[in-house]
Each structure stands twice: as structure tokens, then as C-alpha cells.
């Protein structure tokens, strides 16, 4: 450590020399996170982040001055070594009179507390940090959820945690700390500030790629928008770990019950401290999601959700007087770029299309597995006929699609009404795919999560994912085969390598795998116990019906074979009678004169042919 970096740390004790708290996972540009943040502090502010950090967020905030709270001594030297000014201790080192105009505690109050000195409690940690606020100043608050998505699916109950930093497990049956929103903002409201905006953090508090208004998520339940952002979060964010069940079906079914902010795992809820003291906790004079004149801060996001790859930023909504809109921030990737691959040219993504409305209206996989569920084939029909009419309409003459069209999945419509719409833009083929390819490669995606899955639906059981396929074209008033369907399979595996940037054998063994597929196979994403289980029960009742299958053709042969025995019994019984030795004499000379006649026509028609033969020479 250099005396520069020993400069910028101070420490008024309490420090924990050999730990650290710095999270393992690191969002590029950090995340939805360090977008929001970098939106609430205003330039030349001055900024305490209570607790550890991205240290991303340092570079986001670089139009602030910014002095980190933390308890880890080894923490403490590497963001000093970034330029920060670093506190190491609890909170009661901070300065005596010092106060900020922006406090993040984004990782909570429990990381801020240091173990190495007098333990103050959560009320307690809140009300010095509230103290550090100046008047006029925002908070910036995380509180995690004990009851959120990411504990129901968890393996390992929470109040058996292990981790070396569960020297105190915090839950729901603490009275001493808020287990929700409504809580949390009564506390705050006892320390005299003003809460304001909510947000839930998806899929992991620890590491959210979503950031969701909480309002919003309680307003609009069926929201097309949130459907795919939840359940983008949580199936790209549930890595490798086993879960109990599918996170990501979860959220979504916690949204359409209208739980979507309660069963976040965790919130972000942002506070003011009024500069009148008079004011207290009075109502705010406008809403800081549409930004009005009366409060003075910035428009803050509807929702915030993490990209990529490719295109690795943040992609932003916005409510505006026109509805809701794109806006994209961070680093994006732009369409000419040279790719290490060649597949990367089959498709791509524009962040240039994200600065229309965002379409409202409910997300076509969704209605399509709600119509499976009920087995209603009318809705069903219905809703594939329009798709197909849909894309058809986009086509070219030569029935070709191009653009955002020709990835429009069941996973990237919304429907409202009789009308369809790209919910993301930016995802675009590099080539134009024939129409009935693009159809067949949304309905393969959709056949594939339907059986692999587990859902109802109304169709035989025997029927393969390339077979219902077909079915669904067919009830979408279009004639796919499984050649189509095969070419589907191929564009699935072009755009998907493209994507994850594969090379060619990746490209390869890709489509190679999604042929492969199988409905008695457990889905993609993370290993759920739950849809773990349901694949083997549809592979224990596959066997079954293999079983008796094979026990039927066993018998068949088997009926089979002993009615040859019967036959050839009685031929042998037969051919020892003297019936059929007088009736073999009498049929014998009958063969020999055929076979004679045969012989002389045949000796005959060579003669005819010889004596022509030298009628043309001669």
C-alpha cells in the first residue's frame, strides 16, 4: 500500500483486518444498480456508500465526490487504491458533523455493521447514517425480502445458513429490523424522511439485473413488459445452483397474482430528508416516476433491466405524457462491428431500435400457455391464426421477413386485442428468413418449453416437439412439415450461436442438441427439483408405454409363431396322405408340358429374331 492509498483511508476502529465483503459477482457497467445510482446523485454531490459495493459504481459516480463506509480493512485499501476516500470501521467512526447530500446503503445495514466493535442493532445504523444526511439529501436503501422468490426456491432452508458471514441469521422473526416496504417506510418516517420511489430487485439482491418499480408492479398485472423482464432475470440469473422449483415461472405466476413487489427478493427504496424540518414526513408534491417540476429530481425509471450478450449496458423504461418508453444507458454494442465469429452475422442487436414506446399488452407465450392449460382449442386457433397473419403481413413479395420480425418469438410478442407487436426491437436477423421458417422456429421454441416443461395442453402424449410443431402450424392455418421444421431447427441454432457467439462446430453440436430434444427431457435453464421430478415421471410413464408396447408385440409373435407351427404341421400331415401323392403325379406331367411351351415360344422368338437380324445386314 502506497502512502497515497494509506492517505485516503481512515481509520477510527472497529476494522476487520482478514475478511472481505465485495461481491463476488460483478455486473458490467454494474448493473441496473449503478444506473439508478448514477441517476439519483446529482453532479458535485457528495456521496457515502454505507456498506460494500461494485466497485464499478466508483467510475459510474465519477461526477460525485464519493467517500465509502466500510468494515473490511482489505476492501478498504483496494477502493482507496481507485482514489475513493474510505472510511474503515463501523458506523459510529464516521466524522462527528460530516454529512452527505446522497447516502447508498445498497447492500443493506447488516454489511455495514462491524463485528470488531459495539454492535449498535439495525434501527440503530439507521438513524447515524440518517444523521450523516444533510437536509435536502436522498437515501438510497436496500431491504431484503424473507419470504422472496429467491428463499422459496432456495434448497437449503435460511435459518440454517453456514456461510462465515452468518455469525447472525436475520429473518422474519426479527421484530428489530422492517420485513417489508410498509415497515421499512415507517422506520424511515420516524427518522423524519420522506420515502418515496420502491423498487424490486430481481432476481438476486445480491447481484438484481431487474430493477422494477414496485407500484407499477402491483398496477399492472399483466403488463407484457414485466412478464418478460421477470422472467428473463430469473431464469438467466439462476446459474448453476439447484432450486427447488423454476424461479423464473414463479415470479411470473407471483405477477399475475398481483405479488410480483411482494415476493421480490429484495427492494430498493429511495428516501428523502425534507430541508424544512416542519415538513417531516408529509406527502412528496409529485410522483419521482414522472418527474414532476415540484420535486426537484431527476425522472427516475420504471423499470431497469441488465442486457446481453450481445449488447452488454442497461436498457431502461421510461414513463412519459405518450406511455412508457425505451431508453438505453451504459456501453452497447453497434451492428458493423468485426465478430470473432462468422455465426455472429446471422444476427444482432441494435440498440438504435430501443427509443420507440414500449407496445402494451400481455406476452403471446403467456396467453398461448394459459389457452394450453384450459385446453381451449378456440382460443388457441384464434391466437395462432393471428400470429401467423401477423408475420405473413410483415413479409415480403417473395415471403421473406427481415429485421425484428424475423425473430419474433412467442417469448418477444405482446397481444393486445387483434394486435401484435415486437415487445424488443433490438433483437434482428443479419438475413431474411422465409416466413414459414420464422413461424416454425417460434413455434418449435414454444413446443419445446411446453413438453420439456411439464404443462397440460390438449394434444396426445406420444407426440414429439417436431410433431407438435406441426400441429400448432397447422391450427395457425399454415401447412409445415417437418422439413420446415428442420430448417426452423437450424435457424434456431445460426441465431442462437450468434448470440453466445459460437464458432461453427459450436454451431454444429447446437443444432445437433436441439434436434435432440425430447418431451420427457427436464428444460433448460437452472436443475429445479420440482420440473426435475416431472421429467422423470414422464420418462417412467414413457417406459410404461414402451413396456406394454413391447409386451403386445411379444405376444403378437408369439400368436404368430404358433399359428406357422399349426400350418406347418398340417402341410407335413398333408404331404404323407395318399391324396396328395396321386394329385403330385397328376400335376407333374401338367408342370413338364408348361414348362416345354415355355422353352419353344422362348427357342422361337430367338429364330424371328436371328432371321431379322440378317434381313437388316443383308
Known amino acids: 500500500m502506497t502512502t497515497e492509498t494509506a492517505a485516503r483511508i481512515a481509520l477510527p476502529g472497529g476494522e ?53 463506509l466500510l468494515r473490511s480493512h482489505t476492501d478498504g485499501v483496494a477502493l482507496a487504491e481507485r482514489g475513493a476516500r474510505v472510511v474503515v470501521g463501523g458506523p459510529a467512526g464516521l466524522p462527528a458533523g460530516e454529512t452527505f447530500d446522497v447516502v447508498v446503503a445498497a447492500a443493506g445495514l447488516d454489511a455495514v455493521e462491524s463485528v470488531e466493535g459495539p454492535r449498535l442493532g439495525w434501527d440503530a445504523v439507521l438513524d447515524r447514517l440518517v444523521r450523516a444526511l444533510r437536509p435536502g439529501g436522498t437515501l438510497l436503501l436496500r431491504l431484503d425480502n424473507p419470504l422472496g422468490v429467491h428463499r422459496l426456491v432456495a434448497t437449503a432452508p435460511w435459518y440454517a445458513a453456514r456461510a462465515d458471514s452468518a455469525w447472525t441469521v436475520g429473518g422474519v422473526l426479527d421484530t428489530g429490523r422492517p420485513a417489508n416496504p410498509e415497515q421499512l417506510r415507517a422506520r424511515l418516517a420516524g427518522e423524519g424522511l420522506r420515502p418515496e420511489a420502491c423498487f ?14 414496485a407500484d407499477e408492479l402491483d398496477r399492472r398485472p399483466t403488463s407484457g413488459l414485466f412478464d418478460a423482464v421477470l422472467h428473463g432475470a430469473c431464469a438467466d440469473g439462476a446459474g448453476e445452483a439447484p432450486v427447488l422449483q423454476d424461479p423464473a415461472r414463479l415470479a411470473v405466476d407471483a405477477l399475475h397474482a398481483g405479488l410480483g413487489s411482494a415476493l421480490a427478493p429484495g427492494w430498493l427504496l429511495l428516501a428523502h430528508r425534507p430541508a424544512d424540518p416542519d415538513a417531516g414526513s408529509a406527502p412528496a408534491g409529485g410522483s419521482p416516476l414522472t418527474g414532476e417540476p415540484s420535486t426537484g429530481r431527476p425522472t427516475l425509471p420504471v423499470a431497469l433491466a441488465q442486457t446481453g450478450p450481445p449488447g452488454i449496458g442497461v436498457v431502461e423504461v421510461v414513463d412519459g405524457p405518450d406511455g412508457w ?36 399488452g400481455r406476452l403471446l407465450r403467456t396467453l398461448l400457455l394459459d389457452a394450453c392449460l384450459r385446453r381451449d382449442l378456440d382460443a388457441l386457433r384464434r391466437l395462432l391464426r393471428g400470429y401467423a397473419s401477423w408475420l405473413a403481413a410483415g413479409a415480403d413479395r417473395d415471403g421473406r421477413l427481415g429485421g425484428a420480425m424475423a425473430l419474433a418469438g412467442t417469448d418477444n410478442v405482446v397481444v393486445a386485442g387483434d394486435d401484435h407487436a415486437v415487445l424488443d426491437p ?21 413446443a419445446a418449453a411446453l413438453l420439456t416443461g411439464g404443462y397440460a395442453h390438449p394434444w396426445p402424449s406420444t407426440l414429439d416437439v417436431a410433431g407438435l410443431t406441426v400441429v400448432l402450424g397447422g391450427l395457425a392455418g399454415r401447412e409445415l412439415d417437418r422439413a420446415t421444421v428442420d430448417a426452423a431447427i437450424e435457424a434456431e441454432a445460426a441465431v442462437s450461436a450468434a448470440l453466445r457467439g459460437l464458432d461453427a462446430d459450436g454451431r454444429v453440436r447446437l443444432a445437433t442438441e436441439l434436434r435432440a430434444v425430447e418431451p420427457t427431457d427436464p428444460p433448460a435453464g437452472p436443475r429445479s427439483y420440482q420440473q426435475l421430478r416431472e421429467a422423470w415421471k414422464r420418462q417412467r410413464e414413457e417406459l410404461t408405454r414402451l413396456a406394454a408396447l413391447l409386451k403386445w408385440t411379444e405376444e403378437l409373435l408369439n400368436s404368430r409363431e404358433r399359428a406357422l407351427r399349426r400350418a406347418d404341421a398340417t402341410i407335413n400331415l398333408l404331404s404323407g396322405s395318399l391324396s396328395y401323392r396321386v394329385g403330385r403325379l397328376a400335376i407333374t406331367p401338367a408342370r413338364l408340358a408348361k414348362r416345354g411351351a415355355r422353352a419353344a415360344k422362348r427357342r422361337a422368338r430367338q429364330a424371328l429374331d436371328q432371321r431379322a437380324t440378317r434381313e437388316e445386314q443383308q
Request: proline content about 12%.
Open 16 to 68: 476487520m483486518l482478514a475478511w472481505s465483503d465485495l461481491p463476488e459477482e460483478q455486473l458490467p457497467d454494474g448493473g441496473p444498480l449503478a444506473a439508478l445510482a448514477a441517476r439519483v446523485v446529482p453532479a458535485g454531490a457528495r456521496v457515502l456508500l454505507a456498506g460494500p459495493h461494485d466497485p464499478v459504481l466508483l467510475t459510474r459516480l465519477t461526477h460525485a465526490e464519493v467517500t465509502c
Open 325 to 360: 418508453r425505451w431508453r438505453v444507458t451504459g456501453r452497447m454494442s453497434r451492428p458493423g462491428e468485426p465478430a470473432p465469429f462468422a455465426t455472429r452475422e446471422v444476427a444482432y442487436r441494435d440498440p438504435g431500435a430501443l427509443d420507440g414506446p414500449v407496445p402494451e
Open 200 to 213: 424490486a430487485a430481481y432476481p438476486d439482491p445480491d447481484a438484481a439485473t431487474a430493477l422494477v418499480a
Open 426 to 446: 433490438s433483437w434482428r436477423a443479419a438475413a431474411p428468413l422465409d416466413v414459414d421458417v420464422a413461424l416454425a422456429r417460434g413455434l418449435w421454441r414454444f
